[in-house]
């Protein structure tokens, strides 16, 4: 009796927990085949209490040669909410108006952050909004229930609207990438990587340091050493602002690069922008000028052409070309000088800046052996620079060449460059020929000091010979003696070699008569080139817009301070004027 009775109980039991069993198994299955996944995610976390979290890395830091600071990771705060509190305590009206107050910025927008009872978690005023050291405090001394600081990373440009176009910027979203500039070409090495924590919380949200599971720390992000001097920079971004203002133009922009190695030492465009404020920038604004705009050079093409000629002996520094008075036709087509000229030297034809000098020496050689050359100098092909947003330029293949093409392609018309492009034409003649491929950055190092990138000169090649560009540096040195277009461009107590050019800008049904893009490149000292410059104005509004007039002073304040700074001794018999005598024909 006794044994059956246990035989009764023990089944009765075993039956109750298949029950319950039963019970689970079904729960297990309605759950699996009728929650979503945020709901299956949710039961999870709030069964187990894990989390994982990505932890925070610093992003690299960008500095000039000199290892000044130019971009940098800084703690600052941004503003978070628990909406659910406050909207549970029924003041997301007082609430979005207070904030509002605070950042100066619509309560609409606020409250359409905060309004929301079912969440438990916001970024208020736009996704990780980062505060300024004044409006966090404002926010802590203001107490809003269910509003909170915590800390995050935010990129700092201590040189605000300095470099910007080369720098580029970094976006507001959590994985932080760059956008525009060094930021973007080099956002592999910047970024870092996050780390990684998965631990479990108790009942009041608190982590359980025991029940830690995996915590890896963040990799910071590596340092980008640039070639860029500060300093230098600094001297170029004033000397254009200070030219966009006297001769009201729309735009300007100037690259100083070393002739022997390729390094750019400054690289600047008016207008600029705060890469700290890049979503108030107009879009103008943004483009790095010196690599993205293309336009037709003017006359600084002809030493690509008569350099060519040179090079080819077709032509002799003291053969003379007739320049008929001011006015050629050719092909039916009439062709005018600035200036009418009779007879010139080929020296002279630079010297001058003769069109139709130039045009009768382009035709001494054949289009393909000038094509040839074109391309040797990298006309139609991007450099490499180191930064996103180079365009390419425009050179059309021979083949859609006209008979009339080598006559204005040797005026800088029916081709497009970029300033960098035709600085690396003028540096390949000061580096006796030799062309250096130009770079931006120097070294890139981890965060203990090891090099992981480190760029050293590259030549491209040598497109004319040394004695060709020997020739040609004598050339360009007369540019900026008495009766040259470039007298305006002279530094005291050093030599110049350098070019002018005033091209018209293309329009509907052909070219305009008053607007301009107005350039002077050139090197110094000219018996032994140590820098070369290029400085391009877009539509000067003054009554002179050739560009002698307007640039060639802009070329004279960079390069005067430029060689001072970097202790750059004069060479030779200097020309001791850094003003042009009154009464000097300015040209072209």
């Not at 003028?426 to 020929?433: E, P, S, V």
Request: hydrophobic share 45%.
């Amino acid at each position: 009796m006794i044994e059956r009775n246990y035989r009764n109980r023990l089944a009765s039991v075993a039956l109750l927990m298949l029950l319950a069993l039963g019970c689970v198994s079904a729960r297990l299955i309605y759950l699996h085949f009728q929650l979503g996944p945020s709901q299956k995610r949710s039961l999870r976390i709030v069964s187990t209490r894990q989390f994982r979290e990505s932890l925070t890395v610093s992003r690299g830091k960008i500095l000039d040669r000199n290892g000044n600071i130019l971009a940098m990771d800084l703690v600052k705060k941004e503003l978070c909410a628990n909406p659910a509190v406050i909207c549970s305590n029924r003041n997301a009206q007082s609430v979005a108006a207070g904030i509002s107050h605070i950042l100066n910025v619509e309560p609409r927008l606020v409250l359409e952050q905060i309004n929301r009872p079912e969440r438990r978690f916001a970024y208020v005023a736009g996704f990780g909004h980062v505060l300024e050291p004044d409006q966090a405090e404002a926010i802590a001394a203001a107490r809003f229930a269910g509003v909170f600081l915590r800390d995050a990373m935010a990129r700092s440009y201590p040189q605000g609207n300095g470099l910007c176009h080369v720098l580029g910027y970094v976006n507001l979203e959590a994985e932080r990438y760059g956008c525009a500039g060094v930021e973007q070409r080099w956002d592999r090495y910047l970024r870092g990587v996050p780390g990684l924590l998965v631990s479990e919380l108790d009942g009041r949200r608190h982590e359980i340091y025991d029940r830690r599971q995996v915590e890896i720390e963040p990799h910071p992000g590596a340092d980008v050493f640039l070639t860029i001097d500060q300093y230098i920079q600094h001297i170029v971004e004033r000397a254009l602002a200070e030219a966009v203002r006297q001769n009201q133009a729309t735009a300007a922009w100037a690259i100083v690069q070393r002739v022997r190695t390729g390094e750019i030492l400054a690289m600047a465009n008016i207008p600029s922008f705060d890469p700290g404020a890049f979503r108030q920038a107009a879009p103008e604004s943004m483009r790095n000028r010196c690599i993205a705009n293309i336009y037709e050079p003017g006359s600084t093409f002809k030493v690509a052409i008569v350099a060519a000629a040179l090079n080819e002996k077709a032509v002799a520094p003291e053969q003379i070309f007739d320049c008929e008075t001011g006015a050629w036709s050719f092909q039916r087509r009439v062709l005018h000088d600035f200036h009418p000229y009779g007879k010139l030297s080929v020296a002279d034809i630079i010297k001058k800046s003769s069109n139709i000098g130039a045009a009768k020496v382009a035709l001494q050689l054949d289009a393909a052996r000038l094509y040839a050359y074109l391309r040797s100098f990298g006309i139609g092909e991007r450099t490499g620079i180191e930064l996103p947003g180079e365009e390419v330029g425009m050179l059309y293949p021979v083949a859609r060449w006209t008979d009339l093409s080598p006559t204005r392609i040797a005026i800088g018309h029916e081709v497009a460059v970029t300033a960098l492009q035709m600085l690396g034409v003028l540096a390949c003649i000061a580096n006796d020929g030799l062309r250096m491929k130009p770079y931006i950055v120097q070294r890139v190092t981890d965060a203990d000091g090891q090099i992981l990138f480190q760029h050293s000169p590259v030549a491209f090649g040598r497109p004319i010979r040394a004695d060709t560009a020997r020739l040609m540096k004598n050339m360009l040195l007369r540019v900026t003696e008495e009766g040259g277009t470039g007298t305006r461009a002279r530094v005291a107590g050093y030599t110049v070699g350098g070019k002018t050019g005033t091209a018209q800008k293309a329009v509907r049904g052909g070219y305009s008569d008053t607007l301009n893009m107005s350039s002077f490149m050139g090197f110094i000292p000219a018996e032994d080139p140590q820098l070369a410059i290029i400085v391009v104005l877009d539509e000067p509004r003054n009554d002179v817009r050739t560009g002698g007039y307007v640039a060639g002073p802009v070329f004279r304040e960079i390069a005067e301070q430029a060689v001072r700074y970097l202790d750059i001794a004069p060479q030779g018999n200097a020309v001791i004027a850094s003003r042009p005598p009154a009464g000097l024909d300015y040209g072209i």
